[in-house]
């Protein structure tokens, strides 16, 4: 009956040209994937979709990243430039487009992409997602949880996975990021670094203001560099999702020696650090900045991204830990 | 004129008391103490562990190195910060003051705080970041034209307080208006300068300060050579030239300095809100006391003095009320503006009514026009309601056709349109219907304050409304519609109540009404901001929806509140619209004439209290409409509220709505909030009003 429904319901968009062909032309990897897929999401919501998911419009970068990675590429994301800016883990095709800002997406954007699927985070207003869910099917994740950031990463990419049907793929990528963690970690034992003080920040410019986010223990960057066997030498709480913890630059008197990592992009701020805080009389007398131990990482790891963007960022961490 | 009069002679009483020069050093003495222990106190807090034995041990030449770079490079930079930011404010609020002969004049209400900070964020949206002195310079620019603005419609302040405040308020809004949209423009180059917007000391350096010290130093000492003709010009205009002073030109002069004292602080540390109103209010406060003070020799640096007290002492109490970290999150001049908003209040009390003047609006009440006007405007507006609905329904990212629609409402379009149209049918109906009801209770707030000038967003109501629906959703983010809208609901009655309270004094003066509502409605603003920087300081959204009105997102069932408050309570306003008339003439006829005043006007009130609350529920906090459209509807028609109610609703909905389709569709797929939309049309029309009556009067 409902198969009959389907059938009847496709057959009469390809009739009416609303629908574009590629939706009707099935996934060249196989029959196995055309099967209906269910997942039940962050809000505890189960999500049904006939076939895994292949257009799908995402609203939040971590997902994004996740999708590129699982080799999906989004048919829109919000806020294209910004993306290019902050995460460079997994690359964009050109053709993806860009539906709006991350707080106000455009639902006519999106629905003009004729998506099966948008994946967004639990950030995003109920009303909105609501308003989606009219339109399309909407998987919502849990952006990140500071009492649980590594599993919480590991379960959005294993959500995303189901819903585009990619499990196996996500094993894999799982695997090689439990791998690369297993690795950084050794190098830091062989370097004889286990137990060494880091903290990790960023920082933003506004008037003559700077302001600074410490990654507390909860914040997945936090965490991973503890898997690595690093101690986190900021002991201040941060926020119950991301586990960041504002502070100011006499804030930084706080933390005790080792290495200071953080992150700024050239092309978006710039390095408050670098340039701003040079200066200051508070920062030269920090015991890392006069022991040299102050580190910029790449520009492009985004700090809250999936496994490929944390590998970035476990490599970096662990080259400036142990150089 | 009559308004005049009573503010001069309230300057110029005190020049002819004779000096106490030792009690005017005591009082400079016991204020520089208070200085010197809030400064104290100022200096141990912060973020770090320093306290105040590691900085004794420092004074000793014991300290660390920790608590001497901890000092240097943080604590005296926000110590120096906040003292520069004071004692410019404070000057620059008393010279206004004086020029103007009005106790309500200062930096903010005369939007030159906000121009300034507009001039900076313009730069900063075009990505060019300026050093300190080049920045001031634009600040300055920024905050003159809109001084000279201001000044200008409310004929240099003489006019009264509340067209001083009205013109002052509605120019910094549509500036703030204006500010906001680069910074949704412009995310990326603007990040995060929404809390800065507030005014924050958090300093990293001592440069801006170095650099504006010498600046501020300049403008004190000028407006300290200026204050003997101040103290003229405080005679009167007439008297001051005779007795050869150059009126124009000190004027002029004064005004130069004083606008570059208030860019000097915007440059350091943004718009700290009211501290030019609230430190030579300070001052008056203890003249009285102390004969001499109000010389302006003596009351400049007294007031620059207080302005220091102000500041230093709003961010010692945030800091010791939330501890240090709340010093880096939240703005200091959200707490100085809840203070000064607090002390507008008080100062609107105490204003007299002046009587009479007031009939000078009658000029404003609109021609009386024939039948055969109205229904022709009626019949074009409803084909213009219509027309924008239509264009609503097409507008977006990408613009769709009638046949669409047609398709549509018939159920035979296709899924992708029958999505887009069913997303956006909410946001149509929701643009319309709050456009409708705040342009009611616009109207019938004017009537009823008999101020063309008047609007819900002005009383507080709006401001109220929006704190109560958006500390509702702080607590229970998974609140309902009707939590929502009954909390506001709720919140906006109880403002009105306050407002309505402070504001009787043995009678209603709807100056004082109007008055105290823009001091409770720039407390709301103050508390609106505080709750999204503490609760969610990156949460923009939010902050857009509830400090500028966006439909983003809304649902159908949101918008039945507003519905149901249109439906019933438009008929009780239609049918007590003669009643609306004669509130509108004066005190009098209605009395005369066998009219319940006080309850009527109560009633009244109230049902433009719950309009206004169920549109700021559906939509957030909108601006201008309230205002603008019943004053457009008085211009067409007449007037007459049979007319002008239905008339002001086409025109409101026809304002929203086509304000809401220009923000979705001019960059999409971003997207304007429809108030900023409706603040930058309902601006400039509201500076043509002003001009005009400026003109009749």
Known sequence: MRITALAVASLALVLTACGSSETVTPEPEGSASVQPVSVTDARNKKVDLKAPATKVVALEWGVVEGLVTLGVMPVGIADTKGYNNWVTAAKLDPSVKDVGTRGESSVDAIVALNPDLIITTTDEAPNTIAQLEKAVPVLVIRGSDAKNAIPQMKTNLDLVAQAVGKTDTAKTVLADFDKALAEGKQKITAAGKTGELFTMSDGYKQGSTVSLRMYTTGSLLGAVATELGLKNGWTGAGDKDYGLAPTDIEGLTKIPNGNFLYIANKNDGGDVFGEDLSKNAIWKNLPFVKSNDVHRLPDGIWMFGGPKSTEQFIDAAVEAVTS | MTLLKPAAAQTAVPVAQPVRRIRVAGVFLLTIAAVVVLAGVHLTQGTSSIGAGDLLRLAIGQGTDDAASVLVASRLPRLLAGALVGVALGVAGAGLQSLARNPLASPDTLGVNAGAYLAVVVFAAFGISLPTLPAG???FLGGLAAAVLVLALSAGGTSGPTRLILAGSAIAMALAGFTTLLLVLYQEETVGTFAWGSGSLVQTDLDAVTQMAPIVALGIIAAILLAPKLD?????????SVLGVNVRRTRMVITLVTVMLSAAAVTVAGPVGFVGLVAPVIVRLIAPLVPGLMRHRVLLPLSGLAGVIVVLGADVVLRLALGGKAGVEIPTGIVTMLV????LVWLARRYRDSGPSRTASGS???RLRSRRTFVIVAGVLVVLVIGAAIVAMLAGDAWLRTGDITNWVSGR?????????DQRFPRVVSALLCGAALAIAGATVQAVCRNP?????????TGGAGVGALLTLILAPAAGVWLLSGSAAVAALATFALVYAISWRGGLSSDRLVLIGVGVSAAATAVITFLIVYSDPWNVAMAM??????TYGRTLPQVVPVAIALVVLTPFLVHARRELDLLSLDDDVPRILGVRLERTRLFALLCSALLTAAAVSAIGVLGFVGLVAPHAARALVGGKHARVLPVAAL??????SFADSIGRTVIAPAQIPAGLVTSMIGAPYFVYLLWRTRRAS
């Open chain 2, 545 to 550: 929806t509830w400090l500028s009105g966006s």
């Open chain 2, 364 to 366: 404003t009440r609109g």
């Open chain 2, 232 to 240: 003229i010009l405080a005679l009167g205009d007439d008297t001051a």
């Open chain 2, 453 to 461: 000038l008047a609007e819900p967003g002005i009383l507080g109501i």
């Open chain 2, 651 to 656: 025109l409101g909905a026809a304002l929203v």
């Open chain 2, 137 to 139: 310079g634009v600040a």
């Open chain 2, 413 to 421: 379009s296709g899924r992708a349109i029958t999505f887009v149209l």
């Open chain 2, 340 to 343: 000064g908003a607090i002390v």
